[in-house]
């Protein structure tokens, strides 16, 4: 395969990913918004949205106030923001139209269908638009992951579609993770308060894991569990352990096509096998904000490898 379509291909993947991710941010924030607080309190909780997006430095170049209507633009429709929900829907789709031939009439009809679907859903204004616009970005990128799953042969062309979605999922979760624990919770409201207790629920609901939470630990939302969940649960999907998993199998299987392994491969089994030796009460010891960052640095260099080594 050239590198220019296995990177559109990965791209393709990492953008879809992404327009889900951010359509859950949104919904979470909303949520959070509407909880009664001290005054002030809701700006902080716009500014999570945008710190958990990991744009944080780009907003606040526009010399924008953070709240509901300044994010909401932001995040969803800026033009000038390149990982705004319309503009990952836009790439993924142009991605997906340059290597057009690799993909199956259903999987390119679901990423053309959510392309077309942009222009009906407008720029909603009002909140109960809003909410309705984000459970169709939700569906569209569903569809999508569903027709490349269901319909895609088992090649480089979906290894490289299913790497991009899980480096850019691993990154999401981390980030998302790391925002609540260290930032969204306000001055002055209490550790394991009622406020507290809402947002992680609230997380556990942005990433669709409330349900396996109670499966898994039949008890009350706690910090430390729902972080296991989420760094280190294979079964959780969108947890750290689960996405590395699936990088390094679509790693070792491309691998297996081209006839070599490379740094990627190295540093991908390094990164799963530090996971396989943690527990959560090491990450907490150790620092759990610090444990992400040095997550969030190893999964860059991990992108620019692969970038190295199959698309450039």
Known sequence: MLSRTADSLFWTGRYIERADYLARILEATLRLAAIPTREGASEGVWSGAVASAGMADAFAALGATPGERSVREFLAFAPDNASSITA???????????????LTVELWEAINGAWNGLAEQGRPTRRDDFVNFLEWVKTVT???????????????????????AAVERADNTARLL?????????????????????????????????TAYRWVYRDNVKPWLVADL?????????????????????????????????????IANTRLMQFEEATIERIFQSGLHEYIQ???????????????????
């Not at 836009?90 to 997906?96: F, G, K, S, Y």
């Not at 027709?147 to 088992?154: E, G, K, V, Y």
């Not at 809402?198 to 997380?203: A, E, G, H, V």
Request: net charge positive; with cysteine.
């Open 88 to 102: 990952c829907i836009t790439r993924a789709r142009t991605n997906a139209r340059s290597v057009r031939t690799a």
């Open 142 to 164: 569903l569809s999508v992951e569903g027709a490349s799953s269901r319909t895609m042969l088992r090649n480089d062309a979906y290894w490289f579609l299913k790497l991009g």
């Open 178 to 210: 790391d925002v609540k624990y260290h930032l969204l919770l306000p001055e002055g409201e209490r550790v394991g308060g009622q406020l507290d207790y809402f947002q992680w629920t609230t997380l556990l609901r942005e990433v669709s894991a409330l």
């Open 230 to 266: 989420l760094v280190l649960n294979r079964q959780m999907p969108r947890s750290l352990a689960s996405c590395q998993s699936e990088i390094v199998s679509c790693l070792e299987l491309l691998a297996a096509d081209y006839g070599r392994r490379g740094l990627s491969q190295r």
């Open 294 to 312: 040095a997550f969030l640095d190893q999964n860059n260099r991990l992108g620019q490898a692969i970038s190295e080594q199959y698309l450039s």
